[in-house]
């Protein structure tokens, strides 16, 4: 079966959705959690594969991509700290104008 997945922020704060991509049906509803329980794996530039552990359920989950791009957008989503204003920030964040910035 498919799964679709999205990062997005509801009422309750940001929450990692899983559902079927035929019936809709929800098969994972979490609160996302900090940036450091989730890790990227994989060989190379093929890292496709997100895993992490649920603090409040102790449960280990991993989601496996087949493109890469695919990871790096929920791995962009589930790495993005929330109320973080842009001037608290200790590097700038990613952008081809701040590469200079980054590269230092």
């Known amino acids: 079966a498919s799964i679709a997945n999205s990062v997005g922020d ?5 929450r ?9 049906e929800v098969l994972h509803d979490r609160p996302v959690f900090g ?9 190379g530039e ?4 997100i895993v992490w552990e649920d603090p409040e359920s102790q449960k280990d989950w991993a989601l496996s991509f087949q493109d890469p791009d695919g990871t790096a957008k929920i791995w962009e989503a589930l790495s993005r700290e929330d109320n973080v204003p842009d001037e608290k920030r200790l590097l700038p964040l990613p952008a081809l104008a701040s590469l200079s910035d980054l590269c230092r």
């Open 16 to 24: 990692l959705v899983f559902r079927h991509e035929d019936t809709g």
């Open 10 to 14: 509801g009422h309750e704060g940001r």
């Open 46 to 49: 093929r890292q496709t594969i």
């Open 35 to 43: 940036s450091d329980t989730y890790q990227l794996q994989g060989e």
